[in-house]
């Protein structure tokens, strides 16, 4: 008999499936099939999907089928430049947190990040945590930073684990959603995902003294299911997300304040970068686009010329 699930847990070779409108939940594998799509992919199954099994000997769970993903987010596979590894599926709300200091983000990091949601419809929140850490002088330069987001349409909070300053209004806006938490090694992912719901239990990580970075400690990704509703996915983490099948053109999409200037640009082909009349490098001289921005933005369209020669 065919059941319907959803993937709560991945570990490479096996999985945990939820077994729709119960709380079942069992060991399950995928058939060989699966495997052999072709893909540029290394995983064919990611925490979040939606599939449909078959129980057979001792309850291990048979996947027969995946149902099509509303979303996902890709990172890039480890030692393999030309593969990717979806994070998770189906996700509601993507929450990336940025800290100030120990460790420090870079803005790469986060203006990546914001162009895979665009590239796969996924709402994302900036989370400026750790601000207990900081002093009345930096805690402005992150209501700078994060003013500056709020401009091109992000949202972003100021939260603190410690002294749980937001934690309240953060559990509203992930409330009965599918919410994922990244961030660089050391961010506090564990520790928020703990303080916002203590009994959890996840591993935390402590930072290096020397470099300012954290270990990962998450090992394989899991989902969990909030008290207050919803559910998070815990990802191991994630030092650079991918885009995949993107053409150097479709970069400047991702980039909302750089797409909205450039409709006003003198050639509808304009890729911004050294064109005649180009309304994005006027609005670059005066500083309607931040440059870290556009810098970034060259960044990726070099990556996905490059990835399109291969």
Not at 1 to 20: A, C, P, R
Not at 27 to 50: C, H
Not at 114 to 123: Q, S
Not at 193 to 201: K, M, S, T, Y
């Given at each position: 008999?065919?059941?319907?699930?959803?993937?709560?847990?991945?570990?490479?070779?096996?999985?945990?499936?939820?077994?729709?409108?119960?709380e079942n939940i069992f060991e399950a594998r995928i058939r060989g099939k699966f495997?052999?799509?072709?893909?540029?992919?290394?995983?064919?199954?990611?925490?979040?999907?939606?599939?449909?099994?078959?129980?057979?000997?001792?309850?291990?769970?048979?996947?027969?089928?995946?149902?099509?993903?509303?979303?996902?987010?890709?990172?890039?596979?480890?030692?393999?430049?030309?593969?990717?590894?979806?994070?998770?599926?189906?996700?509601?709300?993507?929450?990336?947190?940025?800290?100030?200091?120990?460790?420090?983000?870079?803005?790469?990091?986060?203006?990546?990040?914001?162009?895979?949601?665009?590239?796969?419809?996924?709402?994302?929140?900036?989370?400026?945590?750790?601000?207990?850490?900081?002093?009345?002088?930096?805690?402005?330069?992150?209501?700078?930073?994060?003013?500056?987001?709020?401009?091109?349409?992000?949202?972003?909070?100021?939260?603190?684990?410690?002294?749980?300053?937001?934690?309240?209004?953060?559990?509203?806006?992930?409330?009965?959603?599918?919410?994922?938490?990244?961030?660089?090694?050391?961010?506090?992912?564990?520790?928020?995902?703990?303080?916002?719901?203590?009994?959890?239990?996840?591993?935390?990580?402590?930072i290096s003294e020397i470099h300012q970075k954290?270990?990962?400690?998450?090992?394989?990704?899991?989902?969990?299911?909030?008290?207050?509703?919803?559910?998070?996915?815990?990802?191991?983490?994630?030092?650079?997300?991918?885009?995949?099948?993107?053409?150097?053109?479709?970069?400047?999409?991702?980039?909302?304040?750089?797409?909205?200037?450039?409709?006003?640009?003198?050639?509808?082909?304009?890729?911004?970068?050294?064109?005649?009349?180009?309304?994005?490098?006027?609005?670059?001289?005066?500083?309607?686009?931040?440059?870290?921005?556009?810098?970034?933005?060259?960044?990726?369209?070099?990556?996905?010329?490059?990835?399109?020669?291969?």
């Amino acid at each position: 008999m065919t059941k319907k699930g959803l993937i709560i847990k991945s570990t490479g070779s096996w999985y945990q499936v939820k077994e729709e409108n119960t709380e079942n939940i069992f060991e399950a594998r995928i058939r060989g099939k699966f495997k052999l799509i072709k893909t540029r992919l290394t995983n064919p199954l990611a925490v979040g999907d939606n599939v449909e099994f078959q129980l057979e000997i001792d309850d291990v769970a048979w996947i027969t089928k995946i149902e099509s993903r509303r979303n996902y987010l890709i990172r890039k596979a480890v030692n393999l430049s030309r593969e990717s590894h979806i994070i998770a599926s189906n996700v509601d709300v993507a929450c990336f947190i940025f800290t100030l200091k120990q460790p420090e983000t870079s803005f790469g990091f986060l203006d990546r990040f914001l162009a895979c949601c665009e590239a796969y419809n996924i709402l994302p929140l900036i989370l400026f945590s750790k601000v207990d850490l900081l002093s009345e002088p930096e805690i402005d330069f992150v209501e700078q930073i994060k003013t500056m987001y709020q401009k091109i349409g992000y949202e972003g909070l100021l939260i603190s684990s410690v002294s749980e300053l937001n934690l309240e209004q953060l559990k509203e806006k992930i409330k009965d959603r599918v919410s994922v938490f990244f961030g660089h090694s050391g961010s506090g992912k564990s520790t928020l995902v703990n303080a916002l719901q203590p009994g959890l239990d996840l591993r935390t990580g402590l930072i290096s003294e020397i470099h300012q970075k954290g270990k990962h400690t998450t090992t394989f990704a899991q989902m969990h299911f909030w008290k207050f509703g919803g559910s998070v996915i815990d990802t191991p983490g994630v030092r650079e997300f991918a885009m995949i099948d993107v053409e150097k053109e479709d970069i400047q999409h991702f980039f909302p304040e750089i797409f909205k200037l450039g409709r006003s640009c003198k050639y509808h082909n304009c890729m911004h970068i050294n064109e005649p009349k180009c309304a994005v490098l006027e609005g670059l001289e005066n500083d309607m686009i931040q440059h870290s921005r556009y810098m970034n933005y060259l960044k990726l369209m070099e990556e996905a010329e490059e990835l399109q020669k291969n």
